[in-house]
């Protein structure tokens, strides 16, 4: 089947014709401004029976120019060709049936079926992609029971899609106020805020050293609640 006239489709299934291409392809002598006002915008609803829209074309010095359109349900082109009481309007009219036809045989409602299907399932599977590296997070977490060294945490990191090494990481956590920055005794624990949010314990160890010294160090480590925290900060900063 030639094309006599371009049969658009929209996101919603819906099939249009444009009033200027059917104004041309009839053969109308008036003005497009007149024809239109008499068999459009006169007698049918906008929003239902057609839509205001702006086209693009072409002029002779080869520059962009917008014109006023009306985007028409295939029923209303239909009805608007069969007044033009021409054989250009009629073999539109019919060529229009034979379309819609075609578009609502059972093949092409099954193709579109289909296509839609296709195209939900790929939206389904880049949602699973999305997804999946905060699961793995979510899953870390709710199966970690206790404290963790804050390298420890930089592996999780890492291994769930966060480029974050230990030393960056705590460079960050030192930045950010996380982390103690001046230097001295108490440099890398964990600052005031990080202890009343619960994001970081300190846990002690005593042991003799080589003098026979009883010696206490400290170790920051980060709890379960923190974990969450920072890994949900870090995917956060990632989107």
């Known amino acids: 089947m030639?094309?006599?006239i371009k049969v658009q489709t929209t996101e919603q299934g819906e099939q249009r014709v444009s009033a200027r291409d059917l104004h041309k392809q009839v053969k109308a002598t008036e003005r497009f401004s007149n024809w239109a006002k008499r068999y459009i915008t006169e007698d049918?609803?906008?929003?239902?029976?057609?839509?205001?829209?702006?086209n693009l074309t072409l002029v002779?010095?080869?520059?962009?120019?917008?014109?006023d359109d009306f985007s028409l349900t295939l029923d209303v082109a239909k009805q608007v060709a069969q007044m033009q009481h021409n054989d250009f309007g009629k073999a539109i009219r019919m060529y229009l049936i034979q379309v819609e036809k075609a578009f609502n045989s059972p093949e092409m409602m099954m193709a579109r079926s289909l296509e839609y299907a296709n195209t939900k399932l790929i939206g389904y599977e880049e949602q699973i992609a999305e997804m999946k590296p905060k699961a793995l997070?979510?899953?870390a977490v709710s199966a970690?029971?206790?404290?963790?060294l804050i390298g420890e945490l930089a592996k999780l990191l890492k291994q769930n899609g966060v480029e974050m090494g230990q030393n960056r990481l705590f460079t960050y956590l030192r930045e950010n106020?996380?982390?103690v920055r001046r230097m001295g005794s108490d440099r890398n624990m964990?600052?005031?805020k990080s202890m009343e949010l619960g994001l970081f314990e300190i846990k002690e160890h005593n042991h003799i050293n080589s003098n026979g010294v009883n010696v206490t160090t400290k170790t920051p480590k980060v709890t379960g609640k923190g974990q969450q925290y920072f890994i949900?900060?870090?995917?956060g900063e990632q989107q």
């Open 2 to 4: 030639n094309e006599l």
């Open 44 to 54: 049918f609803i906008e929003g239902i029976d057609f839509t205001s829209v702006k």
């Open 60 to 67: 002779n010095n080869g520059a962009r120019r917008e014109l």
């Open 137 to 139: 997070f979510a899953d």
């Open 144 to 148: 970690s029971q206790s404290s963790i």
């Open 177 to 179: 106020g996380y982390l």
């Open 190 to 192: 964990p600052t005031q």
């Open 232 to 235: 949900n900060k870090f995917l």
